[in-house]
């Protein structure tokens, strides 16, 4: 396969190897004929041999051609007759520019297009490379606006500043790109930022170009500081987002628009707690200091059936202002409006006036008569928080004003819950159509708002704590306020009164089956599946769909694919926590005990470690105490099984879990319930055979941690308690991890005593696989022990016994790449390095093929060593490369050292010395750790060498 880069500088691999050319030209062309696939000999000459007479160009044509053959192969380019050049399409090219389009371009940008690649007196080939450079950097730009675009509405402001550094780079002049940067900033509250930009600009314009930023630009830097100068003074406006608050910046702007022109409504749709209230409020702020006429009101759930009772308050607030000589009226129109409002002595405004069905339609009367004849010359601000709860009659006459007088007289400013948006579909979407009202959904908060608003009230909170308020919130706003209060009360993490006034709301007007169905999904800790809701409910399928759909519907459940199906979980974890606690302990008790065994017959039937931590959840939710120490235990095991070993070994489907690596667990716990299981056993000897496989999770722990003593220590716990017991399955798995302990000490002792032990267990208990790897291992013993021939025919005897093995997983993850593996170190020890390099790819091949096996690393640097013997310096530094990443890949540390004194010695012949002293002291460190007395020698000629090289001695 020939591998092409040409966005940045530009290069050729040919089957992973870099290629060169002789002479720029050949390359030159090569690249050509990549992007445009073909080329006539005349046009060819004339790009490139312009300057040289026609004989000539045609002789040098023939001999790049040639050269592009020779170093990319024979079959690499056909012949059109005499007049074509063509890339042949069955050549196995691949290029950085193949299917090249907005969603790929990013993850490929590495700069220009033929970066830094010049030919000299090539003018129409500069021509064309500048053409294509062109049409690249309009799509890394659209791109770039794109990804920035969704940046800004996921508010991933930290990713925003880099993506902006990217974009002004392309294109450091444009002034509309630095506007659109802006605005970005602006709109997600980072005025600061924008402000510097604005200041970068000025610089480069000034310091190049000698001029000044345009007239829109400079107004938008008008703008923006003006937005920045409206800061909350108190303490308790400061204890919320203001200033850089999602949807602040749009209602500041159309705020400014309207006052000046007009400008469009708005409605703010999001959930409970979000913030909807803070920026009405806010929007409150800015237009009272812009001396816009504002009324306000707040509805509620009763208001629903009560007409016009929105529109009675913001006339009360009318009448108020008028009386205070806040606006001016007419003497008829104020005649009106204090009948309808009549005051006190005190002067008091009171409800009054017409009553019933005459109060509604004389208030119908009396508001159109204001807003379009009375208010005529005034700008109108209405913000009405929860405008879903309004009256249909109320809404009714509010599209009509907003229709009527349009958005030069009036603007709405609301907030509705994104629940109930559905219910206002008739009156926002004839808005929508023309133009007249904009919609804002108001994001949760990110990771780094959450960090900004803890730095600013409770800069004492540290990254652990607000790491946890952050999953407990779920990214809402009033609940991660109200939980970073609880720390100031130590209270940490407790559900306040608004919290849980915020939750009953969400779930009001909530059917038996919406009810019933939460509940069953608050029993599982993050997600559900369908076959969980249809295990635990006496409902048909579609019915239980039906529920999730309105529950979807009414935003208290989220669907995410998982494969092929589809996972439930709650919108919030508090709203998920609340549910859960509003069972009977008895409900719960049986319900999560339920569950558990549920769990625990698809484990027996399976054997899927992810199932063990689901286990061990819910026998803790019902007080099944036995239950939850059997299975973390289990669950400990099956993970040091998948990261720990060395060689591959019978464990159920491996490949399936390889890829959950965040399921190591942390030490600390390990050491936790080696505790509390100890403490159990001494209680209660049923619990011997617990304080057994604990003691061995421990030492197999302490082994792959390198710690002699320890493992030593728990490992001889668990043999005694395994011969108290007669367990001579725990036994063997005891006898295995000594065997390993033994390998990576380079104890032979050792290792033959507990292999004898082994086989002398065997004799009376029967077990091919575990006999497969017990033979495996004595090979390997021999081969330590130079006897080449029996080590070969004893693990020439486990492959056949792995073949009479008749389990489906047997062959691959018993052991047999580590035979094949064995015997190539068998023959490389007898100098026979092409054999061993032969047996060395077949383990490979099997073990890339079935599963992550963690003996790879060191099956590659075998391999690496064998071909390093040859002399065969280039293949087997590509094999020790390989190791070094499958050893970061994996976490195995046994055999890096041998990977990283290798890799010392090849850069040494290279000349890199500086680069391998690094490798010489990370490979003395791991030696060092692993006790390992085989690599003094090796170690000391590397630094014999460094030394010869004339470089500072490694210290």
């Avoid at 005025?191 to 001029?211: F, I, M, N």
């Avoid at 709650?570 to 409900?587: E, N």
């Avoid at 308690?721 to 036994?731: F, G, K, S, T």
């Avoid at 486990?798 to 023959?827: E, M, Q, R, W």
Wanted: proline residues 3%; glycine residues 6%.
């Amino acid at each position: 396969m020939i591998e092409v880069q040409m966005l940045g500088t530009p290069s050729i691999r040919r089957d992973g190897e870099p290629v060169g050319f002789p002479y720029r030209k050949a390359e030159g062309l090569f690249y050509f004929l990549c992007v445009r696939k073909s080329i006539t000999r005349e046009e060819a000459t004339g790009i490139f041999w312009a300057g040289s007479d026609e004989k000539t160009a045609k002789k040098n044509l023939r001999d790049a051609i040639y050269k592009i053959r020779r170093v990319l192969g024979e079959d690499v380019l056909l012949m059109g007759g005499n007049t074509t050049v063509r890339l042949n399409p069955q050549a196995k090219i691949v290029t950085d520019l193949d299917d090249l389009s907005g969603e790929n371009i990013l993850s490929r940008w590495k700069g220009d297009f033929l970066s830094y690649f010049f030919i000299k007196n090539c003018y129409e080939f500069e021509s064309w490379v500048e053409d294509q450079r062109g049409v690249c950097r309009r799509l890394y730009k659209l791109a770039l606006q794109d990804q920035l675009g969704r940046m800004a509405d996921e508010r991933r402001l930290e990713e925003i500043s880099e993506y902006s550094s990217l974009l002004i780079k392309n294109d450091i002049y444009n002034e509309e790109t630095y506007r659109h940067l802006m605005r970005i900033y602006a709109r997600n509250g980072d005025y600061g930022s924008a402000v510097k930009l604005y200041y970068k600009l000025c610089s480069v314009l000034s310091t190049d170009l000698e001029e000044e930023p345009s007239a829109e630009t400079t107004q938008l830097f008008r703008d923006i500081l003006r937005l920045k100068g409206e800061q909350p003074e108190s303490a308790a406006a400061a204890a919320t987002p203001f200033e850089w608050f999602p949807g602040n910046y749009q209602i500041a702007t159309h705020l400014g628009e309207f006052k000046k022109d007009r400008a469009a409504s708005i409605l703010l749709c999001g959930e409970v707690g979000i913030g909807k209230t803070t920026l009405l409020r806010a929007a409150r702020h800015l237009a009272e200091n812009e001396d816009l006429l504002t009324l306000f009101h707040t509805c509620t759930r009763a208001e629903r059936e009560l007409y016009l009772q929105s529109w009675y308050d913001m006339l009360s607030q009318l009448a108020r202002a008028a009386r205070q000589g806040g606006v001016s009226l007419s003497a008829e129109a104020e005649r009106k409006l204090m009948n309808f409002f009549p005051t006190t002595a005190a002067g008091d405004l009171v409800t009054g006036g017409p009553s019933g069905r005459h109060r509604v339609k004389y208030a119908e009367d009396l508001i159109t008569d204001l807003f379009s004849h009375e208010l005529k010359n005034q700008k109108v601000v209405l913000l009405l928080d929860d405008i879903q709860w309004m009256d249909a009659i109320g809404r009714q006459l509010l599209s009509s004003l907003l229709s009527q007088l349009g958005p030069g007289r009036i603007i709405l400013i609301a907030s509705c819950r994104e629940d109930w948006r559905p219910e206002l579909g008739g009156f926002v979407v004839p808005l929508l159509e023309r133009e007249l009202l904009t919609e804002i959904a108001i994001p949760r908060l990110t990771e780094a708002d959450m960090r900004r608003l803890a730095g600013d009230l409770c800069p004492d909170c540290d990254g652990q704590t607000l790491a946890k308020l952050s999953r407990r919130c779920g990214g809402n706003t009033l609940f991660f306020l109200e939980l970073l209060g609880t720390l100031e009360r130590g209270a940490e993490g407790e559900p306040t009164p608004r919290i849980t006034n915020a939750l009953k709301s969400v779930l009001l007007d909530l059917s038996e089956g919406e009810g019933q169905l939460l509940q069953m999904a608050s029993l599982y800790p993050d997600e559900v599946s369908l076959a969980d809701f249809k295990r635990l409910l006496p409902l048909p399928e579609l019915e239980i769909f039906a529920v999730i759909e309105r529950l979807l519907a009414k935003g208290i459940l989220i669907e995410s694919p998982a494969g092929r199906s589809v996972r439930y979980h709650f919108t919030h974890p508090l709203l998920r926590d609340y549910i859960h606690t509003q069972m009977s302990l008895g409900k719960r008790n049986v319900l999560h005990s339920s569950i558990a065994q549920d769990f625990e017959q698809s484990y027996h039937r399976s054997h899927s470690a992810e199932l063990l931590p689901k286990i061990v959840y819910h026998y803790r939710q019902c007080g099944r105490e036995a239950g939850v120490y059997q299975y973390r235990v289990d669950y400990l095991e099956s993970v040091l099984t998948l990261y720990h070993e060395l060689y591959p070994i019978l464990e159920g489907p491996v490949e399936r879990r390889a890829a959950n690596r965040e399921i190591v667990v942390d030490p600390e716990e390990i050491r936790q319930l080696h505790g509390e299981v100890t403490q159990l056993a001494q209680r209660d000897d049923d619990a011997l055979p617990l304080a057994m496989k604990m003691s061995f999770v421990l030492g197999r722990s302490a082994v792959h941690a390198c710690d002699s003593v320890a493992a030593l220590e728990h490992l001889r716990c668990s043999m005694e308690l395994a011969a108290r017991l007669e367990d001579d399955v725990q036994q063997l798995k005891n006898y295995r991890q000594m065997v390993y302990h033994s390998l990576l000490t380079a104890n032979q002792e050792v290792m033959r005593d507990y292999l004898g032990r082994a086989f002398s267990l065997l004799e009376r208990r029967e077990d091919m696989l575990e006999r497969c790897w017990f033979m495996q291992m004595r090979g390997l013993y021999l081969l330590r022990e130079r006897q080449y021939t029996d080590a070969e025919n004893v693990l020439l005897d486990a492959l056949d016994l792995h073949k009479k093995c008749n389990t489906k997983h047997s062959f691959y993850l018993t052991g047999v790449p580590g035979c094949y593996n064995i015997l190539g170190l068998c023959y490389s020890a007898c100098g026979d390095d092409l054999t061993a390099l032969r047996y060395f790819d077949q383990a490979i091949r099997i073990g890339k093929k079935t599963v992550l096996v963690n003996a790879l690393p060191c099956i590659y640097a075998n391999a690496g060593q064998a071909l390093y013997h040859a002399r065969l310096f280039d293949e087997a530094e590509t094999y020790y490369r390989e190791a070094a990443a499958l050893h970061e890949k994996t976490g195995v540390i046994y055999g890096r050292q041998r990977v990283e004194a290798h890799l010392a010695l090849l850069l040494l012949r290279q000349g890199a010395a500086e680069q391998a002293v690094g490798h010489y002291h990370e490979a003395l460190r791991i030696a060092e750790l692993l006790r390992d007395n085989q690599m003094p020698a090796l170690l000391d000629e590397i630094y014999q060498r460094l030394n010869e090289s004339g470089k500072p001695q490694p210290v």
